[in-house]
């Protein structure tokens, strides 16, 4: 008996199912590796490096619509549908197929979650299957299989379930778990927290594949304690067992908990890995960047925030350094480490892990050891004038290449860009006595202060690629500051709400009906000017032996403000790719652009407008007709998206 997303694909493909597999089955040996998209980041080493080179700098400028696939979610000017309603997804192409998870839509309770198999060439829908549940995160992991068990797709949903579809029969895979799906909830919930947490618990980013495990990390949701742990777990691929955990807050006897005082590692949610693990596969090590602890400890709050280096066959710590001691800024680490060849002067080479996160810090460290590559030193960082503050003292700082957004600004930066904004933007200043404390700024009893980055980066998810042939680690960020009224440090980084600038600060006043309030000037319902200086969003190469900036460009634009938005920059959440012609392509930004840039100098080459902005990283891949493609996800939505929501998959070629 087939089920009913079987007949679908019927529908759909206008052939038997049994004939649709057996032809993209068929491709299993013929399509070489490199042509592929088969993880998250492209490969294991989440480089984001593509080593085709049909499409260059000097040709990207005629790239074209090839075809677009739209999931049913409808395009619309609501805004954000939710976290778990975001698509984000970044595509695989395995063996000549592209395979993409579609989320619900809480609008249209009749649309169902899928795991859909795309002819990359030209977006036609070879088979559909339909979940039960809410699928997650922002795409798939592939396990390749192994002697008389198959290939095999891993994916999360609501409920916290950990699923495995089987690519040759486009169902649940047999002998994983219950009918495909494993409870990746039960063993993090105690008594305590029960079922209480089931509801805010996934595992939002594809899991991580060595050999035959698959690796996840976890989103516990935001709550403080008690909660479900952020424990990072291995699952056998093949049956679904757990094979081993590590317990990202130590429990009693493990190393490192007496860091924490009486019950304070308790039910700890947080400390927990909701960005995506990095897997060196030859030294058989995967790198985990740990989240900030939900809640406070007296002690620097280990392993939250640190970057852990474990056993990938055992889940033994081989090593671990923390990025951010005590995160009261909400700088959780959401960017994927990074494996890179450090050469030094000498022309020695050492296999590395490069890390930065929301910052705006990049850290270089020896994949074996932990060392740093490029000197990392505790520096004092700015304290408040509330002695209860519980801010830890120093905090690690590398040496080169140096903060890759902006930390600081002073009055006179204040743009001027219209004279309405400008002269808000300055009373707002002078009214809240605006302190600059910078990087781990802290907020001030008497003064308004303003910290760089924001909570949201510097650099977010989504994250940097690396070019094996250049050395050049290229990262979006965002160069927004973080405004904090006068009032007590408190124990997070929320504040009082600030005092907005009295109307007389703008003369000729903002348009009718928009409340102006906080470090930014609303120009109208579509369009809001940070105070701070442009460009509001960079794309910045870095140099990694060097340890040096290699260039900046502006990212984004301000489509309110016409021909004067164009080099503002702007609000970017989304990764970027390289390729060996030495192109770099990506979407992240607000206005609704997809580019491409030379990754020699950052000049912008190609642009086109998508129905909605593009935050998720794109991907490249060569067809069976011999094309180069690029693709990319513009649903919009994310904390910096605009209004408008698609569900367009879009895909370019040359004519």
């Not at 260039?551 to 790719?577: C, F, Y």
Request: glycine share 12%; proline share 9%.
């Amino acid at each position: 008996m087939k089920t009913a997303a079987f007949k679908s694909v019927r529908r759909v493909a206008g052939l038997g199912l049994v004939a649709v597999l057996m032809s993209s089955v068929s491709t299993l040996a013929q399509t070489p590796e490199q042509d592929q998209w088969r993880s998250y980041g492209q490969n294991p080493g989440s480089t984001n490096f593509s080593p085709l080179t049909q499409i260059t700098p000097d040709n990207v400028g005629t790239l074209k619509r090839a075809w677009t696939f739209n999931y049913g979610g409808g395009t619309d000017e609501n805004g954000d549908r939710g976290l778990d309603y975001r698509w984000e997804v970044t595509p695989l192409i395995i063996d000549g197929v592209m395979y993409v998870s579609t989320p619900t839509n809480p609008a249209r309770p009749e649309l169902k979650s899928t795991v859909t198999a795309l002819e990359p060439e030209t977006g036609k829908v070879l088979w559909k299957y339909e979940s039960p549940r809410n699928i997650h995160g922002r795409g798939l992991a592939y396990w390749p299989g192994e002697g008389d068990v198959g290939p095999r797709l891993f994916f999360a949903t609501d409920q916290g379930y950990l699923m495995a579809l089987d690519i040759k029969t486009g169902q649940p895979a047999a002998g994983f778990g219950q009918q495909g799906a494993v409870d990746a909830y039960a063993g993090v919930a105690s008594e305590t927290v029960g079922e209480s947490r089931r509801d805010t618990w996934t595992i939002p980013n594809p899991a991580s594949i060595y050999k035959n495990l698959v690796i996840t990390g976890s989103r516990p949701g935001e709550a403080g304690p008690p909660g479900p742990r952020g424990d990072i777990r291995a699952w056998d691929a093949r049956t679904g067992a757990l094979v081993w955990s590590f317990h990202t807050v130590p429990q009693p006897g493990e190393a490192n908990h007496d860091t924490y005082t009486g019950d304070e590692w308790k039910d700890r949610s947080g400390a927990n890995v909701w960005s995506t693990m990095t897997v060196d596969e030859e030294n058989g090590i995967v790198f985990a960047p740990v989240g900030d602890l939900n809640g406070r400890a007296a002690g620097p709050e280990l392993y939250s925030n640190s970057l852990l280096a474990l056993d990938a066959a055992t889940g033994q710590l081989k090593w671990f350094k923390q990025i951010t001691h005590k995160d009261l800024w909400d700088w959780d680490m959401p960017t994927p480490p990074v494996l890179v060849d450090f050469k030094s002067a000498d022309g020695a080479t050492t296999p590395a892990i490069a890390l930065t996160g929301k910052q705006s810090l990049l850290f270089v460290f020896d994949r074996l050891t932990g060392r740093p590559l490029h000197d990392v030193t505790e520096q004092p960082t700015p304290r408040s004038d509330d002695p209860n503050d519980q801010a830890w003292p120093t905090q690690p700082f590398p040496v080169r290449p140096g903060p890759l957004a902006r930390t600081t600004m002073t009055r006179d930066e204040i743009p001027n860009i219209t004279p309405e904004q400008h002269a808000y933007c300055t009373a707002f200043w002078d009214q809240n006595k605006i302190q600059v404390t910078g990087l781990y700024g802290r907020p001030s009893l008497t003064n308004g202060t303003l910290s760089f980055p924001s909570t949201l980066g510097g650099p977010n998810w989504g994250g940097p690629s690396y070019s094996p042939q250049s050395g050049l680690f290229i990262v979006n960020v965002q160069n927004m500051g973080q405004y904090r009224a006068a009032g007590p440090a408190g124990a997070g980084f929320f504040a009082p709400r600030p005092r907005s600038a009295t109307p007389a600060a703008a003369p000729s006043g903002p348009t009718p009906g928009v409340t102006q309030s906080g470090f930014n000037y609303r120009v109208d319902a579509d369009t809001v000017l940070p105070c701070t200086p442009t460009p509001w969003g960079e794309l910045v190469a870095v140099d990694i032996n060097k340890g040096e900036i290699a260039w900046r460009a502006p990212l984004g634009s301000t489509p309110g403000l016409g021909a004067e938005g164009q080099n503002t920059g702007s609000r970017n959440l989304g990764g970027n790719i390289q390729t060996a012609s030495g192109l770099v392509f990506i979407g992240a930004t607000n206005d609704r652009q997809f580019r491409a840039y030379d990754a020699r100098n950052g000049h912008q080459l190609w642009s086109v407008e998508l129905d909605a902005s593009a935050h998720a990283t794109p991907i490249t891949y060569l067809g069976k007709d011999g094309k180069q493609y690029v693709v990319v996800v513009g649903a919009g939505g994310t904390a910096v998206g605009s209004r408008r929501m698609s569900d367009t998959l879009n895909a370019f070629v040359l004519p």
